[in-house]
Structure formats: C-alpha cells, structure tokens
DNA sequence: GTTGACCTTGAAGTGGGCTCCAAGGTTTAA
DNA sequence: TTAAACCTTGGAGCCCACTTCAAGGTCAAC
C-alpha cells in the first residue's frame, strides 16, 4: 500500500507475523548469513521484498529435515547462484539420512533396555535394599559383580 | 597401601581413570549434587570412598540410557535412603519410553521424507533453476505453490 | 632443590538456536 | 500531545554437560 521504497516491501514485524517466526529469529538469520541484509527504510528500519517468505518458508523447511543453520545458508548460497542444486543438496541428505540411521539403531536398541528393564521391575518382590548399595529390584543377579569388582546396580545400569 | 586417611581412599584423577571419566567432570558432578563431597586429605585434596566408583558406574549407566543428570540425581538420593526405587525408577522409565517412542516416530518419517527426497534428485534432469527461486530438482510440481501463495522449494521444503 | 605431575578454586567458554533486555528512535491513532 | 506499538542496536541469558583457563598449592622422583 505505502509503496515508497518498493512495492509490498514488509518490515521485520510483518515479515515474521506471515512466516510465524519471531522478530529476533529473523535478525538472528541475517547476522547468521542466512538472509541477505534488506533495504532500508529512512529511518533505518528493515524493508524485506517479497521473496524474503519464501526464504525463510525454505529454511523452516530445511530444519523440519534436522539440518543446521550452516548447512542451510550453504544450500541459500548456492540456491542464490542459479547453479544446480542437485549435488550439495543430495551429499547433504545422504549424510543425514546416515546419521539419521545410526540414531534410530541406538534408540531402539536403548529403548528394548528400557523395556526389559521396567518388566523386570513390574514382577519384583521387592524388600528395601542397602542404602547406597542397589539393589536391581527383583533380580536374582543382586550379587553380581561387573569384570572390575563392583556390585552391578540395576540391569544395565552396570 | 598408604591407610593413614581411610583404607583404598582414592584421590579424584585416581577415580577419574578407574572409571574412565574426567577429573573435572567428578567436581562437576559434586557440584551438581551427584557424588558427595568427600573427605579431604590434610592438603585438601578429596579423598573418594571405593564406593564412589560404583556411584559413578551408576551414573554412567543412567546416562547410557539416557537420564539426565538432574533426573538420575533423584534416583541417587533414593538409592541413599535404602528405600525401594522400584517406584521412582519405573516412572522415570516408561516416562523416558514414551519420548524414544515419539522421537522414533519422528525421526521415522524424516527418513522416509529425505529418502523420497535423496530419490528424487538422483533421477533428475536438471537445468539450473533461476537465481534464488528454487528449482525443485526433478519435480514436475515446480509451479506449485503454497496454500499462502509462494512458490514451493524442494519437495518437502514447502 | 628442582622438575614435573598432581591437586585446589572460581570463572569463563563451548555449541545451537535462539530469547530477552535496556535504552533509545519512529510511526500511528486518538 | 501523547500514548501505544512498532523499530534499532549490542549484549547478555538459556539449556546441558561438561571443558578450559588462570593462578596458585602439594607431593614424588631424581
Ligand atoms: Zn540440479
Ligand atoms: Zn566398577
Ligand atoms: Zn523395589
Ligand atoms: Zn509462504
């Protein structure tokens, strides 16, 4: 409507309201490189165009997908010069997906410990212990000694 | 050997390499409530219980399963009074259970999204795109745009 | 008696992605 | 005219589990 500067150019504010990021996430991308520094307008205030939503719309995306600030702005960066984007982005989301594989093996395989460990606790019989000196509830193993000569605490808590 | 302060009394580097963590890390822990302060030499240096180790055993163990420090805090002072932990220790579980469960399912479907993706951009013919309007790689939908107006990016980077 | 490995303390730094604050200047509506 | 709602900046704070630093004191070996 003002159309001064440039037309439909939004300050910080309406810039954030239309993404749904904040004020301060918005200068933190721009000081971080991930967005390019606006015009201004006289008295100094942030004029982005247009195009900056779909910027940022592009960098939510990006962290919807695990990757990092440094990351992101390398992809912008090459998104900015038209080139191809097809090998950075494809070695980025290779080595993601690989990371992402060694995450969901440790997690399931913490998470059966986890469950064997709250079975265990379910059928215990359990007469209060030691203080100090656990105890694996209802554990037949309570004299157990790891290879260095100490008493095992629960299951899997040796 | 030496006997004069408390029999096998450890000072805090021995403790630190018998189970295999850092000096500073066991005053960090001090600090945090996790291990008691300990005795002290007439020189001021702590003198650790054998039984220290096996605290910071327990306290490895919670952490391999992903407990917090604040959170195996908890169960290190249960522990102390002698009382069952059975209870707070199932709680901490399945509460512990219920968040790999979500963070497995999200980063599930994260996969299969960069999958698709990685897909995709290995079959793409590819023309470079116009400077900082991406250009999603292969996809027929580039002209699609957003419910609020803009232009898609990469697919699943709307 | 001197080197060097150990110990002490409090404070500050790390990383990631922000958030919050103070102390101002600007714009807009009443 | 003045209040409210915006905007600016640099810098600090947050979370977590440490690590690193600075500036010393202590203890063993040679
Ligand atoms: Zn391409
Ligand atoms: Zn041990
Ligand atoms: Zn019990
Ligand atoms: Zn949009």
Redesign the interface.
């Known amino acids: 409507m003002t159309g001064l500067q440039a037309p439909h150019a939004l300050k910080v504010g309406e810039l954030a309201k ?1 993404v749904g990021v904040s004020t301060d996430a918005l200068r933190y991308y721009e000081r971080a490189g991930l967005l390019p520094p606006p015009d201004r307008s006289p008295a100094g205030y942030r004029l982005y165009p247009p ?1 900056a ?3 940022v ?2 960098i939510q ?2 962290q ?3 990757l990092r600030l440094a990351e992101i702005a390398d992809l912008l960066d090459v ?8 090998e950075p ?2 070695s980025l ?2 080595r ?2 690989v990371e ?2 060694r ?2 093996d440790r ?2 395989r ?2 059966s ?3 064997a ?2 079975d265990q ?2 059928g ?1 019989d ?10 694996p ?2 554990s037949k193993n309570m004299k157990e000694v ?1 290879d ?1 000569g ?2 095992k ?2 299951p ?3």
């Open positions: 239309a195009s939503a779909d910027r719309h592009f995306g990006c919807r997908l695990g998104r900015d010069t038209g080139q191809c984007p097809c982005a494809e989301l290779r993601r997906i992402l594989d995450e969901l997690l399931t913490l998470r410990d986890l469950q460990m709250a606790l379910h215990a359990c007469p209060d212990p030691d203080p100090g000196t656990w105890c509830p209802g790891t260095d100490h008493q605490g629960l899997l808590l040796r």
